[in-house]
């Protein structure tokens, strides 16, 4: 789950990759992949923000709402 309203959905892992939408709180994700502080993601669900369900990205770590931040 989102932590943080306006968290930044990329396209790679970095902070310089490009941002496909924006994640709000509560938005629901499944963690797919790691990578440094990033964590690849698909939404289980339309995002607040107006993504579609199945949407894949990389989001920060940080932005994310433990226990969805667990190993895989």
Same mark, same amino acid.
């Given at each position: 789950? =989102?932590?943080?309203? &306006?968290?930044? +959905?990329?396209? *790679?892992?970095?902070?310089? &990759?490009? @941002?496909?939408?924006? +994640? ?6 499944? =963690? ?8 690849? @993601? @698909? +939404? *289980? ?8 369900? &199945?949407?894949?990205?990389? @989001?920060?770590?940080?932005? =994310? =709402?433990?226990?969805?931040?667990? &190993? +895989?």
């Amino acid at each position: 789950m =989102i932590y943080t309203d &306006g968290t930044r +959905l990329r396209a *790679k892992a970095s902070s310089s &990759g490009a @941002v496909k939408g924006q +994640l709000y709180f509560k938005d629901p994700i499944r =963690i797919t992949g790691k990578s440094g502080g990033w964590d690849r @993601v @698909v +939404l *289980k669900a339309k995002s607040r923000g107006g993504l579609p369900k &199945g949407t894949t990205g990389w @989001v920060a770590h940080s932005n =994310i =709402i433990p226990p969805y931040c667990g &190993g +895989l």
